[in-house]
């Protein structure tokens, strides 16, 4: 899988827009970029994917460069509860092999403040 | 409905014994991974489940890892000769396959700790 590029962490105001970066310059065209969290002493948590095309949820939206090098995860009015580490992973997916490994780097750690 | 649930949240062992952690995976979910995390890191891949078969066991560390799922469902991963630095925690998570691409919904973990 290609490998990812976060910063270690960031800081967020309390109701703004957190936006999170990931470089991901090597991405095969069969990968998909996913977005995971995980809250101190948790399990991760899934909260976004996708292929080419921008995607909302109830969670977040996902914006992804045209070239595909690059995305940005977007909470768009951050409460405190969004205090976690944030994952971006790019990860193949074929019809034969199914749903493969996910390969978490470090990831961004997202701290929301009052 | 229900999530991924492990078994026991919390373990704590002598070094050299034997352990064994369960995983209940989301009911239907036909593929089912372990992973483990320590202090400070992602969570790093051990193992990869498509029914009852590994389809990727390439991140186990040695042979004294070892999981199975007989059945499909229930998945037990077992750790033979523990050493301290086999202390760690250990996450499963379950999906759907298919055609496509799915989330992988992850239990609360078992914390192992190996004195």
């Known amino acids: 899988d290609a490998k990812t590029t976060q910063p270690p962490s960031m800081d967020c105001a309390e109701g703004r827009a957190a936006n999170l970066p990931c470089n991901h310059s090597t991405i095969s065209g069969n990968e998909y970029v996913y977005w995971y969290r995980q809250i101190h002493s948790q399990g991760p948590q899934y909260i976004i994917h996708g292929l080419k095309n921008n995607e909302t949820n109830e969670m977040a939206s996902l914006i992804i460069t045209e070239d595909r090098k690059s995305s940005t995860l977007i909470l768009p009015h951050a409460t405190l509860r969004d205090t976690a580490v944030y994952y971006c992973i790019v990860r193949v997916s074929t019809w034969h092999f199914g749903n493969e490994k996910l390969t978490f780097g470090t990831g961004t750690r997202l701290t929301i403040i009052p | 409905g229900a999530g991924v649930s492990q078994t026991p949240s919390n373990k704590v062992t002598e070094k050299g014994k034997y352990v064994e952690l369960r995983c209940d995976p989301i009911?239907?979910?036909?593929?089912l991974y372990w992973y483990r995390q320590s202090l400070g890191q992602g969570p790093e891949f051990l193992i990869y489940f498509q029914g009852t078969g590994a389809a990727d066991d390439s991140g186990l560390p040695n042979d004294r890892f070892f999981a199975v799922r007989p059945e499909g469902s229930v998945s037990t991963l077992k750790i033979q000769r523990t050493e301290r630095g086999d202390s760690a925690v250990y996450l499963c998570a379950s999906s759907q396959s298919g055609e496509g691409s799915y989330e992988q919904y992850f239990g609360p973990g078992t914390r192992l700790t190996v004195t």
């Open positions: 009911s239907g979910h036909t593929a």
